[in-house]
């Protein structure tokens, strides 16, 4: 049943419920998962967004926006309705932008200057690890240094900067986000060949593992650009374009991505659910295995483990629990 106040929870369980056939063949347990993950926290993480989705507003209505948009969370913290997660997201800190999106964080952090615990400052169109410098001084005066930070890496110029940008945010970076627009746009790709499973998205993902492993860095996938909205065949081909792009993501390492629309979150969450259920039995048998041969390498079926792969065998039963594929005793 849909909540009668329209909203993001009201769009996404319309969404599942009017178009559920338009959705991949699902399982009954992952249906109800979606379905009770829609209704209790259809939303984990969340950015206030003063770039690309906000547009080109004056000086003066972007500041009353940034008190308009603290005075939200405030509220929402009050009444226990915030996401888990949250954080704001400024206008690139180029020369042209610096002095807008400094003062937008200046106004913001006045009006809420005791933000909500994990939240961060997420910085787009990184280029130079002085951009980072520069954010991390702007929080530091703003006597928000205890604050994290996200780089959105969304130029060529970006990847192959990646060591310097995270020494640039002097432990502060906690998440690092593919911009696959963008980046597919500086290596000039036309619109028609811009999409997530690319090579070039795929080659970015890869070369953001190598540098960020280890480093206790976040990674997040960007966007499927299709929305669900309109009529049934297009909602239809917005879910399949997503859910391929879903599964491509994570097997490339990627587990969490962006939502642009609210009829993207059952398709997002029924995605997941359903990779890690396919995967579930053959990843406990393999790990059950190997620990009851007193954690000597071992075969089951054509799949040969050892302590290395048992390390991604405990990782993907972790990921299962956290996300909620699976339950923690189950």
Known sequence: MCPKKPGPLYIALRALDEHRSALPPLSED????????????????LRIDFEDGYGVRSAEEESAHAVDAANHIRTGRENSTLPRMLG?????????????????LRTFFAALPDPPPHFTVTLPKVTFEEEVASLIDTLNNITHSHLPIELMIETP????????LLHAAQGRCRGAHFGPYDFTSACGLLSASQGLRHPLCTHARNEMLIHLSGTGVWLSDGPTSTL?????????????TQWGDIQHSLNTGFYQGWDLHPAQLPIRYAAVYTYFAEHLPAARARLNNFESQQLQATRVGTAFDDAATVLGLRA???RAT???????HG
């Open 30 to 45: 992952v249906l109800h998962r979606v379905h009770n993950k829609l209704t209790r926290e259809p939303v984990e993480d």
């Open 88 to 104: 704001i997201r400024i206008k690139p800190f180029a020369p042209a932008t610096r002095h807008r999106s400094i003062h937008t």
């Open 157 to 164: 110029h970006a990847l192959r900067n990646l060591p310097a």
């Open 228 to 240: 669900p909205v309109g009529k049934a065949a297009e909602i239809s081909h917005a879910w399949n």
């Open 316 to 318: 993907f039963l972790d």
């Open 322 to 328: 956290a996300c909620g594929a699976v339950d923690p």
